[in-house]
């Protein structure tokens, strides 16, 4: 005799049960905000630690079966949960880990103290990407036994730090992981009220260039006029990056196939917080310099500080670039690129070495097909009718084109807890507590929707 599978639960009855959740999921959303896991180097790790045995907890809440791994580096969690015969397997995807807090003095409140201030949720780690976690929770909440799809959740505890032991982890937990569906709750929506589906995402290298002029410090009114000290000569050579216009002046890296949507100067301007007065820098739509073509930015500068600087020539001098690389560029080629400037524009024969900190390859998704039609109906519904965008991401999520790589049939979803105002990475994270409760429903209905198409299929 066949097995019966319960029917899927109803639109009503996944608002309902989302909206009966959502008290709990934010309160165990405050939890995790107030857990600093930071997996850079200097930090207490053991907070990550912490942090992953607070998901681990949540996802044994959902009936899920759990396991905290590592392969070298943070712990990431694993929850598993069988589909039902015949059913499709979706593996939710989100991280624990979160970025350093940076000037405390900049934050309105603590970081790693929840507060909700109109309408938003600000706390470190409150959209990017505790929010992600929650939001898988909440659908799993909604359902409860009657949960159509089998899941795999897996929560990265790295994430922010590189996920360096990510493709180790796939390797090893392969056939665990496997899955028709895979949701990446990691990026952002268009805007309040506006929900998308991102389709590419930039590459990224991050990489340090130290210049030498001199073998010790001298004094900079016996030696300055001939002597060039290494900052002037590091100042030069940053700017090289760059043409008078503000394109990339680096030769060799790629450029993608211009963006369908515009983003208006006005708003971008706003939600980047561009002082008036300040020009953009580039050339053509915005979108396009944002998704479709290489950006360099100097992240950093290692030299003495103003206010303990001695009348003397800096004799070496540090900084640490990031790269974003534009769909269709490989980051090996485009690492040598980067460096082969740098090199042969070295000013005044300073000695310069190039260093790569890590790197991640751009992806494309091809969102046609069943599924995402799944998708945009459940954003569609969620959001009460508006439909959702297709869009780039600035940004990088490296790991993506690992996904695509060992799970080539599957469909990858890039999803949204974020907001054009959310300042992830930023003093003041936050979460639209509003936008959230529908990401958390568009999750819901999203199963039901993978569930209903997984069915026609078989």
């Known amino acids: 005799m066949p097995v019966m599978t319960p029917p899927i639960m109803t639109e009503s009855e996944l ?84 970025q350093p807090v940076g000037d405390r003095s900049l934050w309105e409140s603590d970081p790693f103290e929840p507060v909700e201030r109109d309408g938003r949720l600000y706390g470190r780690g409150a959209a990017d990407d505790k929010a992600g976690i929650m939001a898988h929770v909440a659908a799993l909440r909604a359902f409860g036994d009657a949960l159509p799809v089998g899941v795999v959740l897996f929560i990265e505890g790295e994430e922010e730090y590189g996920s360096d032991s990510l493709e180790r982890l796939l390797v090893e937990h392969r056939t665990e992981l496997a899955a028709d569906v895979i949701v990446i709750a990691d990026s952002t929506n268009w805007d309040i009220g506006v929900p998308a589906l991102t389709t590419s995402l930039r590459g990224i290298i991050n990489c340090f260039v130290e210049l030498r002029t001199l073998e010790h410090p001298v004094h900079s009114g016996m030696f300055g006029g001939p002597v060039p000290d290494a900052l002037t000569a590091l100042s030069r050579l940053l700017a090289s990056l760059h043409d008078d216009a503000g394109d990339v002046a680096v030769e060799g890296l790629t450029r993608a196939p211009d963006a ?119 954003f569609r519904t969620a959001w009460d009718g508006t439909e959702p965008v297709e869009t780039g991401i600035g940004g990088s999520i490296p790991f993506i084109a690992t996904f695509q790589e060992m799970f080539p049939q599957a469909a990858i979803m890039v999803t949204g807890v974020e907001d054009p105002h959310s300042r992830a990475h930023g003093p003041n994270e936050s979460l639209h507590l509003g936008e959230f409760a529908r990401v958390c429903l568009a999750e819901a209905l999203l199963l039901a929707g993978v569930a209903e198409a997984g069915t026609k299929r078989n």
């Open 15 to 98: 608002r309902a049960a989302v909206e009966r959740e959502l008290p709990g999921v934010r309160a165990d959303l405050e939890r995790l905000v107030r857990i600093p896991g930071i997996a850079f180097d200097g930090f207490d790790h053991t907070q990550v630690e912490r942090s992953a045995e607070a998901v681990a907890e949540l996802l044994r809440g959902c009936g899920l079966e759990v396991r905290i791994v590592r392969s070298g580096g943070q712990p990431a969690v694993i929850g598993t949960r069988p589909a039902p015969p015949g059913a499709p397997t979706v593996l939710l995807y989100a991280h624990h880990d979160v």
């Open 260 to 378: 369908t949507v515009d983003y208006p100067e006005d708003r971008f301007r706003a939600e980047a917080g561009v002082v008036d007065g300040v020009s953009l820098i580039g050339t053509g739509r915005i979108t396009d310099r944002i998704w479709a073509r290489p950006s360099v930015a100097v992240l950093g500068i290692d030299a003495p500080a103003t206010a303990e600087a001695p009348n003397a020539l800096v004799p070496a001098a540090k900084a640490k670039l990031s790269v974003r690389l534009a769909a269709g560029d490989e980051p090996k080629r485009a690492y040598e690129a980067i460096r082969a400037h740098l090199e042969r524009h070295a000013p005044w024969g300073a000695r310069v070495e190039v260093t790569l900190e890590h790197d991640g390859a751009p992806c494309v998704i091809d969102c046609s097909g069943p599924l995402f039609d799944a998708a945009r109906a459940a």
